[in-house]
């Protein structure tokens, strides 16, 4: 006997049986869906026929699905946000509102979002009974409890006072100025330009990101190291943005086929921000990135930069030798450049003459000579060194070590008698001294005239104010970090995620440190061309603390979480394995 398929009605006819809507308007709102391909939920909501509330209700009951309403107290009780992670409930507009059994009762927006259901049950370790609720009630009662769910505003930047309708649609290259900055601060390209500018700022934004789309403009904050989706603009917009953009770093607005670079100085509440600016041609269009540099960032004190006590002093005493070279090392984006201007700001005195090679000068100091690498023009590195070392020096700031060049130019600086400071590009501080004989370096002269050399990360800060102690630390990641079950009882914390913090659960950044001092033994090993494993087990036993000591040094004393200090653990948790095992 053939089975009998339930058959399921159509949502226009449900919402026009319970008279949540006409005809007319389901005609409407059918053509408008075919025309844009939204559904036909959204342009019923969209042109006004109805609320979310009906539309969610109707497909609740046309999916087979319980509704929740949330309109009273009633409907909010049970309702627990801290059953799940923070950053699913805002991320996926998700709130359990029941647990038990392996199961989670979960209220969601879209019934037919099936692929979010099965990434639910594989983040939260259960499976998911979904309960339909409107999408508006469901962001209001997270905003209300996580608060605005960003560092930033959530509104659209484009519909928050801003004007758009005029027609952008045409790319007017030179003459585009007529209509990005022209007109006066009423043109409503320059307001958004303004706007985002300034309220990236005000959010602790470190870069802003407008990278072109196929059919929009993503725009995106990075906010302690993390990319935020802040909002995505109208294709239309992206030309005269792109212009407005490019004419206030004073590049070339005409020229869309190679990278450019710019700056745009700009006072925000009173404060002069400088912006260094990167246009890179792209598949969709050029993609803009604007650096937010801040001249307070670099004058936080060395106190601030996250070093415990003895790596303090450590530093203290080898920025204050008459000579050497002292290297900071790490990836792009860990701290090197604060640190070493931190350095100087202490050194800073009228009786030292510093100079600095930079490519290029990001921040300016009073009272310190900074040289700008300009290759185009012949002033390349090895030509500002020797020049700078003829005026006679008391400290050099190498902006980086790049080639054996550089290197033997910072080499002889300091076995002359100048104190020399400069950043390589290395995972770790061991690996230094092998990366300088890579580039052709003696080993003998690289053993002499190193001091020290310093390995850094950044790691997120916990919010002072929603972090809360773990009552269930991951024993997985306790290993990871090298952190025992009775050595972390009551001392592991985790994010939360508050008003304060803009639900993310962290606030600012601090460094994670390797100090490594060069002693006899270590100078020796160099000499005679040390591996790097051999080299980092002579600094440990040296007393040198390895990036994941540092890291689990913080864990313990609440500044950050597991999972930050993890992503920098697993390579030297591998090593130590692999060492074990021979």
């Known amino acids: 006997m053939a089975r009998r398929t339930r058959v399921r009605r159509k949502l226009g006819e449900m ?94 927006h879209d019934p037919l979002d099936l692929e979010l259901l099965d990434l639910l049950r594989f983040r939260l370790k259960a499976e998911i009974d979904p309960v339909l609720a409107p999408r508006s009630a469901l962001k209001a009662f997270i905003d209300e409890r996580l608060g605005s769910g960003s560092a930033v505003k959530s509104e659209s930047l484009v519909t928050e006072s801003i004007d758009v309708s005029v027609d952008t649609s045409v790319d007017r290259s030179v003459d585009a100025s007529v209509d990005i900055g022209g007109g006066g601060d009423e043109a409503p390209i320059v307001k958004l330009t303004n706007k985002l500018i300034m309220e990236a700022v005000r959010g602790r934004a470190s870069d802003i990101h407008v990278e072109p789309m196929e059919d929009r403009v993503l725009l995106r904050y990075r906010i302690d190291g993390v990319c935020h989706v802040r909002d995505e603009l109208p294709k239309r917009m992206q030309s005269a943005l792109l212009a407005r953009l490019k004419l206030m770093a004073g590049v070339n607005i005409a020229e869309k086929r190679v990278p450019q670079d710019g700056r745009i100085k700009m006072d925000v509440d009173g404060d002069q921000i400088d912006f260094r600016v990167s246009a890179c041609p792209a598949y969709h269009g050029e993609s803009v990135v604007l650096r937010v540099l801040r001249p307070d960032s670099v004058r936080i004190g060395l106190k601030n930069l996250g070093f415990e006590q003895d790596h303090l002093d450590h530093f203290n005493r080898i920025i204050r030798r008459p000579n050497g070279i002292f290297l900071v090392t790490g990836p792009t984006g860990s701290g090197k450049t604060t640190t070493l201007y931190s350095a100087l700001d202490v050194l800073n005195r009228p009786d030292r003459k510093i100079i600095t090679a930079e490519d ?202 597991m999972p930050e200090i993890a992503r920098f653990a697993q390579a030297d948790v591998l090593v130590a394995a692999n060492m074990d095992s021979e």
């Open 360 to 561: 290029p000068v990001e921040y300016s100091f009073a009272g310190i000579n900074q040289c700008q690498v300009n290759d185009g023009i012949g002033l390349t590195f090895p030509s500002i060194l020797r020049s700078m070392l003829r005026q006679a020096p008391n400290i050099v700031l190498i902006g980086e070590i790049r080639d054996r060049e550089v290197a033997d130019i910072a080499i002889q600086a300091a076995l002359t008698g100048h104190l020399v400071f400069s950043t390589l590009h290395t995972n770790d501080a061991p690996s230094a001294i092998t990366r300088l004989v890579d580039m052709g370096v003696k080993p003998y002269l690289a053993a002499s005239s190193i001091q020290a050399i310093m390995a850094q990360r950044l790691i997120r800060v916990l919010c002072s104010k929603c972090s809360e102690v773990d009552p269930q630390p991951d024993p997985r990641i306790m290993r990871l970090v090298d952190i025992d079950a009775a050595e972390g009882e009551g001392r592991i914390q985790r994010s939360v995620g508050c008003g304060v913090c803009g639900g993310i659960g962290f606030k600012g950044r601090k460094a994670i440190f390797e100090m490594m001092q060069m002693t006899t033994e270590l100078r020796e090993m160099a000499f005679a061309r040390a591996t790097v494993a051999d080299l980092r087990q002579a600094a440990i036993r040296a007393g040198m603390r390895t990036l994941l000591q540092d890291g689990k040094v913080k864990i313990l004393n609440g500044v950050t979480t």
């Open 15 to 108: 919402l026009i049986e319970v008279e949540a809507i006409t005809e007319a308007q389901l005609e409407t709102a059918l053509q408008l869906s075919k025309g844009s391909g939204k559904r036909l939920g959204e342009c019923l909501i969209e042109s006004g026929a109805c609320g979310d509330t009906e539309v969610a209700k109707a497909l609740a009951e046309q999916f087979g699905m319980d509704f929740n309403p949330m309109a009273s107290g009633e409907d909010l009780e049970g309702i627990d946000l801290d059953a799940a992670p923070k950053d699913v409930v805002r991320k996926h507009l998700v709130a359990p509102c029941g647990v038990g059994d392996g199961r989670m009762k979960l209220l969601v």
